[in-house]
Antibody, heavy 119, light 108 residues
Framework: EVQLVQSGAEVKKPGESLKISCKGSGYSFTSYWIAWVRQMPGKGLEWMGI????????WYSPSFQGQVTMSADKSISTAYLQWSALKASDSAMYYC????????????WGQGTLVSVSS | SYDLTQPPSVSVSPGQTARITCSADALPKQYVYWYQQKPGQAPVLVIY???ERPSGIPERFSGSSSGTMVTLTISGVQAEDEADYYCQSADSSHTYVVFGGGTKLTVL
């Protein structure tokens, strides 16, 4: 069974750094891209970018380029999304999803990680 | 950029048919995917490649495509179908993903 399990909710202050994780199981982790998707409170889904755990190749949405960093550790089947200096506007739910580049579908999703940034 | 446009809301009574549209603003149209998101839950894929249904998704969910318009149809709507629905597509390389703005389906 394909599963993506994300790290728990985070409460941070503006300016702090953060790294959240997404651990895949039940499939070949290095053969599929992992996408990150943001959902701000009461809003829609926003694609942030993708990373290929096989070689850590990344593609960022122009809206998120330079704002976040995606990485992966294929030895532990885990992808990461990190911020160097959080802002209040980064408060949102963040989902990882398996991205099948053969057709562009996001076929399996993690449960989401809620990030709250407040002074 | 490649944009997908959905109506903000659709309302139907139980047992009726709900149709949610997703309009692409460019040709050639790429495949469209549909996700259901219930409050407090992660999105779930309900239709892929315009009209294919993943295993485990009820038969009342179907998809169709005509030109640059794709439609998610839910026949015999049930109360449990009340959710937000998002269409999604990608560029021709299947690398850059775009979501529609989402449609809130209300079951009256």
């Amino acid at each position: 069974e394909v599963q993506l399990v994300q790290s728990g909710a985070e409460v941070k202050k503006p300016g702090e750094s953060l790294k959240i994780s997404c651990k895949g199981s039940g499939y070949s982790f290095t053969s599929y891209w992992i996408a990150w998707v943001r959902q701000m409170p009461g809003k829609g889904l926003e694609w942030m970018g993708i990373i290929y755990p096989g070689d850590s190749d990344t593609w960022y949405s122009p809206s998120f380029q330079g704002q976040v960093t995606m990485s992966a550790d294929k030895s532990i089947s885990t992808a990461y999304l990190q911020w160097s200096a959080l802002k209040a506007s980064d408060s949102a739910m963040y989902y990882c999803a398996r991205h099948d580049q053969s057709d562009g579908v996001l076929d399996y999703w993690g449960q989401g990680t809620l990030v709250s940034v407040s002074s | 950029s490649y944009d997908l446009t959905q109506p903000p809301s659709v309302s139907v009574s139980p047992g009726q048919t709900a149709r949610i549209t997703c309009s692409a603003d460019a040709l050639p149209k790429q495949y469209v995917y549909w996700y259901q998101q219930k409050p407090g839950q992660a999105p779930v894929l309900v239709i892929y490649k315009d009209s294919e249904r993943p295993s485990g998704i009820p038969e009342r969910f179907s998809g169709s495509s005509s030109g640059t318009m794709v439609t998610l149809t839910i026949s015999g709507v049930q109360a449990e179908d009340e959710a937000d629905y998002y269409c999604q597509s990608a560029d021709s390389s299947h690398t850059y993903v775009v979501f529609g703005g989402g449609t809130k389906l209300t079951v009256l």
